[in-house]
Every structure is written in structure tokens, then in C-alpha cells.
């Protein structure tokens, strides 16, 4: 039985993996590690999204003042930090790129990222945003590891060069964990409602148990049947 369930989780953890790596193309994903709850972590991601990627992607599921609700950013600095054109505070956020723009200078339009972290996974955009290299040979003489001849610049690489990789670990990490976040609002709170679901059945079975253990104790010995 032991060496069957061993067998059987071996399988199983064989098949994620190759299943991580084929969805990579052949490269394995890095861990982003991001964690919903962290919410300056989340902030600094909506600020880098805001000013690195906004000017291309929409996130057209999302609107400011949702994520100032969300994050606890006040009106104010959503406005400041957050919008730098003339829209306002409760439209969703639609790049200003045109479209036929767009394909002029990347051959594709660059997609809605709504709901990227729910189709390609935070792993694939941790490892993504951090796999580009210099390729002269490509239009903006980068490639990039996990998405062969991708046509996005690499957008970063200031961002790269002025930081220890450590930080700019962590500066993409929070850009993924806020596109998580832009993928399923909802999550802040599903995870936390979840928790406190779990505390109280936890809860509701110790009392349960202390109440059956209560009444067998009559059943057994008590008015029914005397003790033995
Ligand atoms: C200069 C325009 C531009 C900027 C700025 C930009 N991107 Fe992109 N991005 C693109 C284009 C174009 C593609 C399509 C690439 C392809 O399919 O070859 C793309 C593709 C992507 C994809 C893959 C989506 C998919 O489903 O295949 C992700 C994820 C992504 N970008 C994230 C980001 C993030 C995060 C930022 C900000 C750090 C950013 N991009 C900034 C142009 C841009």
C-alpha cells in the first residue's frame, strides 16, 4: 500500500513538472512566490505596471478606482501615482496605443493582460519578464527564453541595470503578484473569508465532538443502562 501511494505521487509530481516545463516550451518556470495578502507588494506592482507596461497593455477588467478600493490607495494618489492621462478615476484602464500603431511597430498588438495570471500562471510571467537577452538579430535586438521571438521589447532593462538583482527580483515579483490580483480581484477576499471558514468549523468540531462525547456518556452509563 505504502510503496503504491509512493509509485502514485512520484507519477504525479513527474507529470507537473513536465507539464510546468512544456507549458514554458522546454524551459523550466521559476517559483514567482507571490503572496495576494502582501499588499505593498501589491502597490509597488500597480505603480511599476502603471508606468512600464500601461502604455502598451490594457487591463480592461480593471478600473482605477477599483484598485485604490482594493489596495487602500486613497483618490488622490491613485490620480498621482497611477493615471497619467487625462482619464478619470472610474474608467478602466485601456492603453493609449492605437491598434494599426501597434502593428506598425510590433507586427501584433500587445494582448489585454485582464486575465494572463489565470491562462499562463504567475510562474510564466515571473519567469518571462525576467528571461529576456540581447538577440541583434530580432527588431529590438532582444529575445527572449520562454516566448521564442517575442515582439516586446524588453521593457525592464533600466530597471534591471540600476538595481541589485535581488531587488529586481522583487520589483517583478510584485508586478506579477499585482496582475494575479487584476486576474481575480475576488482572491483578497476568498482567501481571507477562507481562512476564517476553516477557523470556525475547526472550532464548531471541537465543541461537536465535546457535545457527542456528553451525550454518549447517558447512552452508555447513564438513565438507559446501568453502569457495568
Ligand atoms: C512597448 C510595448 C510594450 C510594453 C511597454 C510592454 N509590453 Fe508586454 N507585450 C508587448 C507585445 C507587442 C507583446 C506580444 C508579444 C508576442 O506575442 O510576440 C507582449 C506580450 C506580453 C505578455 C505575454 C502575453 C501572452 O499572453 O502571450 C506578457 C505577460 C506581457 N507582455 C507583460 C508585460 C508587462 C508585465 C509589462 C510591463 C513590465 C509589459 N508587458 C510591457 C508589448 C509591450
Not at 210 to 227: H, M, N, P, S, T
Amino acid at each position: 500500500m505504502k510503496k503504491l501511494l509512493k509509485t502514485t505521487l512520484s507519477v504525479l509530481a513527474g507529470l507537473t513538472l513536465s507539464l510546468n516545463t512544456l507549458a514554458a516550451g522546454g524551459v523550466a518556470l521559476d517559483s514567482a512566490n507571490t503572496d495576494i495578502n502582501d499588499q505593498k507588494s501589491l502597490q509597488n506592482g500597480a505603480k511599476l505596471f502603471m508606468n512600464y507596461c500601461s502604455g502598451c497593455h490594457s487591463i480592461e477588467f480593471m478600473r482605477y478606482n477599483r484598485i485604490g478600493k482594493d489596495l487602500n490607495i486613497s483618490d488622490a494618489d491613485v490620480e498621482k501615482n497611477l493615471m497619467f492621462n487625462s482619464e478619470k478615476i472610474g474608467e478602466k484602464i485601456i492603453s493609449s496605443m492605437s491598434k494599426t500603431g501597434a502593428v506598425q511597430w510590433f507586427g501584433t498588438t500587445p494582448p489585454d493582460l485582464s486575465l494572463v495570471a489565470r491562462s499562463k500562471g504567475p510562474d510564466w510571467i515571473y519567469t518571462y519578464l525576467r528571461s529576456f537577452y540581447k538577440d541583434e538579430a530580432r527588431p529590438f535586438g532582444v529575445n527572449n527564453k520562454i516566448l521564442v521571438n517575442a515582439s516586446m521589447p524588453d521593457v525592464l532593462w533600466e530597471l534591471k541595470k540600476n538595481k541589485s538583482a535581488q531587488d529586481f527580483d522583487q520589483d517583478v515579483r510584485d508586478i506579477t503578484n499585482f496582475l494575479d490580483y487584476v486576474g481575480e480581484p475576488a482572491k483578497l477576499v476568498r482567501v481571507d473569508l477562507g481562512y476564517k471558514v476553516l477557523s470556525f468549523l475547526f472550532v464548531l468540531f471541537i465543541l461537536s465532538y465535546l457535545l457527542k462525547k456528553e451525550y454518549w456518556k447517558d447512552v452508555k452509563y447513564g438513565k438507559w443502562r446501568a453502569k457495568d
